[in-house]
């Protein structure tokens, strides 16, 4: 018996063209009010998030559920406290593929398109939201869920450091936790349950997050000695191995204006010094045209305004930041790590794509055709090969991938500094008072 059994129950599923936003399902757990900051605009009834958090920065964003890519945000804004105005982020952000090859060759699975991964939230309870608000996720034809989990979650330190470094005088001690505000949902396909979460963080983070539990497959458990390992008693059962390429989809808005540039930026090593220390060399390429770009050590990728600009007078832009991958050779569009293509509305999934738009091409690699990059989207891949261990009994442990966008010029100083740092006389070389 294969793996693909335990799929039987999804394909019998109505193609559900529509799910919409729905109430709030209620508060998770109580906690004392505050004023709510002013919602995103553009948002359609009860699809707003506006979150302020203790540091002082707000977060904003509308949202929605798709039948395919389940939770997807909009009209993504972070104002920190010393901006005057929301600063434009996201036009979109989403899930865009999850691709599922067994290692034994039996079967793949293309989750987002084939299983129509929205149309199966899971009910969250009370508990599973804890301090926050689970809102309603309407399916066609059927009830409403409370399904969208809307918290605050702490992240540890901030910062720490000693002001008179900088030349404070007297010199204090700085020091602040941070807190995100997280966005989530758990949908089911087969036996596996995916959280998909954003966490929206005080610093202007924004971390993309897919985490897989469940259980593994009860009809995967005839893999050989090369494609899978043994679980339970002896050396009888052996669980197939499997990859998750985990795609993500992101429609930039930087300061309201989706024209952006996009730079690759690598650092190699150039000579040493007469006493022998290391030299480094720092270059900065524009990517001009569409492009397929694989992770380097030292190399990463930014979004670049073409308008937007600090109060230094520096490019706003939002840097990807990539972590752990399992990188699934075999096919051409899971080989690369991230991929920069020209804005085109029917290219929607990383793979599976002609399913729903016969316009365009079917996977993202062939979205790479040439085109100038003047309005970038930017699609992210992490791989995670699994090979099961005892431990994944039962249910099995989240294990997550992801990826982040962090700010680079975004503020003139950090969007958490003290208020009492907050000013031109620490921004850039330190100005020491006379007699420091």
Known sequence: MHASVRRLALLAAPALLVLTTGASAGPAAQAAPEPAPPSATGCSAGSAIAKKLPNGTTWRMCWHNSPTAGLVLENVSYQPRHESRPIKVLASARLAQINVPYDN??????????????????????????????KNIRVEGERPVPALCVTTQPRGFAYHGNSSDIGEDPGRTDSAQGDDLVVYVVNSVGYYHYITQWNFSDDGTVTAKEGAT??????????????????????????????????????????????????????EPNGRSADGVARLRTTRKRLVKETAGDAAPSRWWRVVSNTGKNADGHPRSWEIVQ???????????TSHDVYFTQYKGCEKYASGNREFESRCADTVDRFVDGQELTRP????????????????????????????????????MSPITPDHLHDPRYNGEPRWEEGQ
């Open 214 to 267: 469940g259980n593994l497959s009860p009809a995967d458990y005839d893999a050989g000695d090369t494609t899978g390992m043994p679980l339970g008693k002896g050396n009888r059962d052996k669980a197939t191995s499997h990859h998750h390429n985990v795609f993500w989809r992101l429609d930039f808005d930087i300061d309201g204006s989706e024209k952006a540039k996009v730079e690759q930026w690598d650092t």
């Open 105 to 134: 060759g039996a079967q793949e699975y293309n989750d987002v398109t084939s299983f129509y991964f929205g149309s199966t939230p899971e009910k969250l309870a009370p508990a599973d939201c804890p301090g926050g608000t689970v």
């Open 377 to 412: 989207v930017v699609w992210v891949n992490v791989g995670f090969h699994h090979i099961a261990r005892d431990e994944d009994q039962a249910p099995m442990p989240v294990h997550w991938q992801g990826f982040q966008i962090a700010p680079r010029d975004v503020t003139a």
């Open 323 to 333: 972590q752990h991958t399992d990188k699934y050779a075999p096919h051409e569009y």
